[in-house]
């Protein structure tokens, strides 16, 4: 593990996908923060439309180089700030038709 990411204080990396969780609870989304032992916490998210489950993501919060960024499974950026991811992520992750 990176030492920079080490020297994170656990309530510190779970702050993050927590606050994401928090955007999208108001937004009406499904979201669980996810923290497994020894390895870096997420959070996964569901569209709420009916027929739409299928539309569901893991999202991670990395620390690198001393900043925090929302990130895709596949490492593509979303926001560094959960506002901003979460209506990235509403965007994204819409119902086709869905306004």
Same mark, same amino acid.
């Given at each position: ?7 994170v204080? *656990?309530s ?5 996908p ?13 979201a669980r923060?996810h923290?497994?032992? &020894?390895?870096? *916490?997420?959070m996964?998210?569901r569209?709420?439309? *009916? &027929?739409?489950?299928?539309?569901s993501?893991q999202i ?5 180089? &001393? ?5 895709w ?10 506002a901003?991811a979460?209506?990235?992520i ?6 086709? &038709?869905?306004?």
């Amino acid at each position: 593990m990176n030492a920079s990411v080490s020297a994170v204080r *656990p309530s510190e990396r779970i702050a993050r996908p927590e606050a994401l969780a928090t955007e999208l609870a108001a937004c009406g989304w499904t979201a669980r923060v996810h923290a497994p032992r &020894g390895q870096p *916490p997420s959070m996964h998210t569901r569209n709420p439309e *009916p &027929g739409a489950a299928a539309l569901s993501e893991q999202i991670h919060a990395p620390r690198t180089d &001393g900043t925090w960024i929302f990130r895709w499974p596949w490492a593509d950026s979303i926001a560094d700030n959960a506002a901003d991811a979460a209506a990235v992520i509403t965007r994204v992750l819409r119902a086709a &038709g869905t306004p």
